[in-house]
Antibody
Framework: EVQLAESGGGLAQPGGSLRLSCAASGFTFSSYSMIWVRQTPGKGLEWVSYIGKRGSTIYYADSVKGRFTISRDNRKNSLYLQMNRLRDEDTASYFC????????????????WGQGTLVTVSS | DTVMTQSPATLSVSPGERAALSCRASQSVGTTVAWFQQKPGQAPRLLIYRASNRATDIPARFSGSGSGTEFTLTISSLQSEDSAVYYCQQYDNRPFTFGPGTKVDIK
């Protein structure tokens, strides 16, 4: 069974930093691209970042580019999101997700999701 | 960016009735559209990918159709457990955008 467990959320001040982690199990982690998606009551679902199987292909939403860094450790079956220079509008639940892959090609489609971790940015 | 719009915002349907949810893309995305179901306090669950393919363990009453800019999710015979918010997403071009959702209520 695919399991994804996010951690690291909490309260941060504007301009501060947080590092989210996602522990994966139940599948061969290194065979899948991974995705971060966030959700706010006001803006709904927003795709944040994508990382390829080996970490060499990385994409970001414009809203986080230059502030957030996605990374992965295939030896530890873990995905990370380093969030710097946080803003009020980064307040959201953050979900990690396994990308849908077919014939060894992965897409920007979140197939399996974790339960999410809440990030609150406030002074 | 490709903007995804969904209609209606809210749909109230009686059990056993058919529900049709619409999703429109601001530019053609081929068939690279997915549908998700989200219940309160839960993560979204993938229902449909590539516009019309049911994901693993999704009941046959859920079906998807469409291509280009117009897509539809149909629930053929609504069950009480189908009360949820449904989102469409395009994964044709970055950023991979989601629609604002349609809330399905059971009458």
């Amino acid at each position: 069974e695919v399991q994804l467990a996010e951690s690291g959320g909490g309260l941060a001040q504007p301009g501060g930093s947080l590092r989210l982690s996602c522990a994966a199990s139940g599948f061969t982690f290194s065979s899948y691209s991974m995705i971060w998606v966030r959700q706010t009551p006001g803006k709904g679902l927003e795709w944040v970042s994508y990382i390829g199987k080996r970490g060499s292909t990385i994409y970001y939403a414009d809203s986080v580019k230059g502030r957030f860094t996605i990374s992965r450790d295939n030896r530890k079956n873990s995905l990370y999101l380093q969030m710097n220079r946080l803003r009020d509008e980064d307040t959201a639940s953050y979900f990690c997700a396994r990308a849908y892959c077919s014939n060894d090609i992965c897409f920007g489609l979140p197939e399996f999701w974790g339960q999410g971790t809440l990030v609150t940015v406030s002074s | 960016d490709t903007v995804m719009t969904q209609s209606p915002a809210t749909l109230s349907v009686s059990p056993g009735e058919r529900a049709a949810l619409s999703c429109r893309a601001s530019q053609s995305v081929g068939t690279t559209v997915a549908w998700f179901q989200q219940k309160p306090g839960q993560a979204p669950r993938l229902l449909i990918y590539r516009a019309s393919n049911r994901a693993t363990d999704i009941p046959a009453r859920f079906s998807g159709s469409g291509s280009g800019t117009e897509f539809t999710l149909t629930i053929s015979s609504l069950q009480s457990e189908d009360s949820a918010v449904y989102y469409c997403q395009q994964y044709d071009n970055r950023p991979f955008t989601f629609g604002p959702g349609t809330k399905v209520d059971i009458k």
